[in-house]
T-cell receptor, first 112, second 112 residues
Framework: GEDVEQSLFLSVREGDSSVINCTYT??????LYWYKQEPGAGLQLLTY?????DMKQDQRLTVLLNKKDKHLSLRIADTQTGDSAIYFCAESKGGGSYIPTFGRGTSLIVHP | KAGVTQTPRYLIKTRGQQVTLSCSPI?????VSWYQQTPGQGLQFLFEYFSETQRNKGNFPGRFSGRQFSNSRSEMNVSTLELGDSALYLC???????????FGPGTRLTVL
């Protein structure tokens, strides 16, 4: 299996919450990231969490980490059409192995 | 502060040719990483340069090479192009690799 796995698509109604899930295999992962990619653009770091944290909240974004199950989620509250994009989960080990490993990305479609 | 710029944005080549892509990092950033993004393989790490030295390398054949100049600008070269090299090539810069990476918009390479 892949090192970082995500579902490929998620469709939500505007105003609802979106939850994008990710699982990873490496228990030594130190940093876990969420990136956003809009059409024709590069990746933008949305938020990250250290492996010794369970949760991080930043405005409409909430990241939850279950280290035991190696499960990471990104919740977007009050999802807007401008949130439509591809969301990538990534992990890195820090130290000398800080290059992130990315999931395949989840396409979030927000419809009115 | 200007973001990461990549040139050209779009490129069409034929099999067997070689190509050079350019990346100008954010001013002051010394680390430049390159990624290949394809629908089939997702985002894969190519290599990372810091102060003109390649510090990390992904699992790509020797046809893929890169370099970094004293002003931190970086180029990557792909020789003997294959159809499977068609991809979006993303460059990311950071102060150092363990800091947040800022991505450029990418170069879309099509190999015919």
């Amino acid at each position: 299996g892949e090192d970082v796995e995500q579902s490929l698509f998620l469709s939500v109604r505007e105003g609802d919450s979106s939850v994008i899930n990710c699982t990873y295999t490496d228990s030594s992962s130190t940093y876990l990231y969420w990136y956003k990619q809009e059409p024709g653009a590069g990746l933008q770091l949305l938020t990250y969490i250290f492996s010794n944290m369970d949760m991080k909240q930043d405005q409409r974004l909430t990241v939850l980490l279950n280290k035991k199950d190696k499960h990471l989620s990104l919740r977007i509250a009050d999802t807007q059409t401008g949130d439509s994009a591809i969301y990538f989960c990534a992990e890195s080990k820090g130290g000398g192995s800080y290059i992130p490993t990315f999931g395949r990305g989840t396409s979030l479609i927000v419809h009115p | 502060k200007a973001g990461v710029t990549q040139t050209p944005r779009y490129l069409i080549k034929t099999r067997g040719q070689q190509v050079t892509l350019s990346c100008s990092p954010i001013s002051g950033h010394r680390s430049v990483s390159w990624y290949q993004q394809t629908p089939g393989q997702g985002l894969q790490f190519l290599f990372e340069y810091f102060s003109e030295t390649q510090r990390n390398k992904g699992n790509f054949p020797g046809r893929f090479s890169g370099r970094q100049f004293s002003n931190s600008r970086s180029e990557m070269n792909v020789s003997t192009l294959e159809l499977g090299d068609s991809a979006l090539y993303l460059c990311a810069s950071s102060l150092d690799a363990q800091n947040e990476q800022f991505f450029g918009p990418g170069t879309r390479l099509t190999v015919l």
